[in-house]
C-alpha cells in the first residue's frame, strides 16, 4: 500500500486544517490506519487511529476533544479534522496503515507503510 497525506499549511491559533491520506496499490479497507506527528527535534508520537470498517477510534490524550478521524473505504482514504489548533500541534504529519487489525497502534513499529509527511504550523 502507497499512502499520500496531504492538507497541511499554516493556520493561526484556534484555527481549522483537514488532513487526507490517499491509499493506493491494494484496497486498505481491512487495515489499521494511523496519523503521527513529529515536532522538530522530537520523536514520532501518535495522533490517532482508527480500525477497519470506520471504528473504532483512538486519540492521543493531547488531542482528545479537538481532532477528529474519519475514513472513507470506498475511496481508499483517511482524514483526520484538525479544530482548536495549538501553537503545540506544530509538526510534520504522517499517515500510516497496519496489516494487523489491532494491536500496539501508538507504537511506530506497529505499521507497515508510511506516506511522505505534510507540515502543519501553528502561529500564536
Known amino acids: 500500500v502507497q499512502l499520500q497525506a496531504s492538507g497541511g499549511g499554516l493556520v493561526q491559533a484556534g484555527g481549522s486544517l483537514r488532513l487526507s491520506c490517499a491509499a493506493s496499490?491494494?484496497?486498505?479497507?481491512?487495515?489499521?490506519m494511523g496519523w503521527f506527528r513529529q515536532a522538530s527535534g522530537k520523536e514520532r508520537e501518535f495522533v490517532s487511529g482508527i480500525g477497519w470498517s470506520s471504528g473504532p477510534t483512538y486519540y492521543a490524550d493531547s488531542v482528545k476533544g479537538r481532532f477528529t478521524i474519519s475514513r472513507d473505504n470506498a475511496k481508499n482514504t483517511v482524514d483526520l479534522q484538525m479544530n482548536s489548533l495549538k501553537p503545540e500541534d506544530t509538526a510534520v504529519y504522517y499517515c500510516?496503515?497496519?496489516?494487523?487489525?489491532?494491536?500496539?497502534?501508538?507504537?511506530?513499529?506497529?505499521?507497515?507503510?508510511w506516506g511522505q509527511g505534510t507540515q502543519v504550523t501553528v502561529s500564536s
Open positions: 496499490g491494494r484496497s486498505s479497507s481491512s487495515y489499521f
Open positions: 500510516a496503515c497496519s496489516e494487523k487489525s489491532f494491536g500496539a497502534y501508538k507504537r511506530p513499529d506497529f505499521y507497515d507503510s
